[in-house]
């Protein structure tokens, strides 16, 4: 267990939690601490409390020692010397001529240093300025940038409340908060009546959001039918902070608009629709099909042509089985020919056509062409001759010696 203290180093600041390092310390006592930038004077804000060590994030700092009052009279001349430093500070930025607005002054509490906040729409070239602060204040210059909920924060001032700021008088750090915060919570969207002084949303819309959020899914949605004392009727309007329902009744050629608490309403069942979707009676399949006479209408009266009929039907079966395994088959095989194809779409390509010069002549059918156009011999009796070409050649040189007799014939 360690004995901790809530200490704030500037006015309306973060809480820092320190080891009370076995000092006896209440509310409004002022210490001297040891920070991340060196020595500094704080005051204690949160009283002493036993806290579990696995609960703290490490390092946790000491305090060093209650503050004497030189060390309070220390801190007071470096207010004042803060408000020369920031006069100061304002004529120089007017005279470099660059876009930022200077907020705050802070001096270190051993003088080390000076810290100056300004806000500023984009990045800015401050080195000039930083050499002309150091020249006139002979330390360390340091320029910290912030937003404008920081700048509020510094300043100070009245929210459109009447009161304080939030963030000015007890809230240490910024939450995050949505324009659909002030949709939930059915407030105007102007700009100007949810905005805080910084410029945006306003911090006290993040208060009341995790109860709206909790008591609007209880509560019915708007334009649903619910049962009330006085009957049925419809939702109209819901008032999250009191729980309250508005239910719009019919009466008859007029209606009416009611409050009714959260509890006495609740919501209309929809009645089960009892009606049951009637299902088609399913046709039978063809092996299931009894066969049908030829003529529709006219009834089998002789029953050795109704068990013909019978008898017939598992040789037609074994028919239609034997058909339908060939269309399969055949299905199948298109199917693997397409396969084939996408896999290899080179092979289906076809060979190049080789064209020849009709007026060249062939070889080998130049014997066939003579034999056709040489006109048929015939003998004395009128029978006809077979000619040399019309023997079958026995090689490529009787082909040829046959061909040309022909000709010279």
């Known amino acids: 267990m360690v004995n ?92 470099h001529q660059l876009d930022m607005k200077l907020v705050s002054v802070e001096y270190a509490f051993d003088g080390s240093k000076i810290l100056f906040y ?83 949303l306003m911090c006290c819309l993040k208060y009341e959001q995790d109860h709206y959020e909790q008591t609007r899914k209880k509560m019915p949605k708007v334009g649903r039918e619910v049962n009330t004392p006085d009957g049925a009727g419809t939702v109209c309007d819901l008032n999250i902070v009191k729980e309250t329902v508005s239910v719009r009744i019919i009466n008859g050629d007029s209606s009416e608009i009611r409050d009714y608490p959260m509890e006495s309403i609740t919501p209309v069942q929809e009645p089960s629709s009892s009606r049951s979707r009637s299902v088609p009676a399913r046709k039978p399949s063809a092996e299931q099909e009894p066969d049908k006479p030829e003529q ?54 076809g060979k190049p056509v080789r064209r020849e010069n009709p007026n060249k002549p062939r070889k080998g059918h130049d014997a066939a062409s003579a034999a056709n156009t040489s006109p048929a011999k015939t003998d004395e009796s009128g029978k006809i001759v077979p000619s040399a070409a019309a023997k079958p050649a026995s090689s490529w040189a009787d082909a040829v010696e046959r061909a040309m007799n022909s000709i010279e014939e």
């Open 296 to 349: 529709q209408g006219q009834d089998i009266a002789d029953p050795a042509a109704e068990s013909s009929v019978k008898e017939k039907t598992p040789a037609e079966k074994e028919n239609r089985t034997s058909g339908e395994a060939k269309k399969e088959s055949s299905r199948n095989e298109n199917r693997r020919q397409k396969n084939r194809s996408h896999s290899a779409p080179d092979s289906q390509l």
């Open 4 to 95: 901790i203290v809530g200490i704030q180093l500037q006015k309306n600041g973060k809480i820092y939690y320190f080891d009370s390092n076995q000092l006896i310390l209440k509310p409004g006592d002022y210490v001297i601490a040891d920070t991340a930038r060196g020595q500094d004077l704080g005051e204690v804000v949160i009283g002493m409390r036993d806290v579990d060590e696995s609960s703290l994030t490490p390092p946790v700092r000491k305090i060093l020692r209650c503050a004497t009052d030189q060390d309070i009279l220390r801190g007071t001349e470096n207010r004042q010397k803060e408000q020369e430093a920031f006069q100061i500070c304002r004529k120089k930025i007017a005279e």
């Open 118 to 200: 300004f806000t500023a729409n984009g990045r800015v070239d401050f080195r000039s300025l930083v050499k002309d602060l150091a020249s006139v204040f002979k330390m360390r210059i340091e320029l910290r940038q912030i937003g404008v909920r920081d700048e509020a924060k510094m300043l100070g001032g009245l929210g459109p409340c009447g009161r304080p700021i939030c963030c000015g008088s007890f809230l240490s750090e910024f939450q995050p908060v949505s324009i659909k915060m002030a949709k939930e919570q059915s407030l105007s969207l102007n700009p100007t009546k949810i905005s805080g002084v910084c410029g945006r």
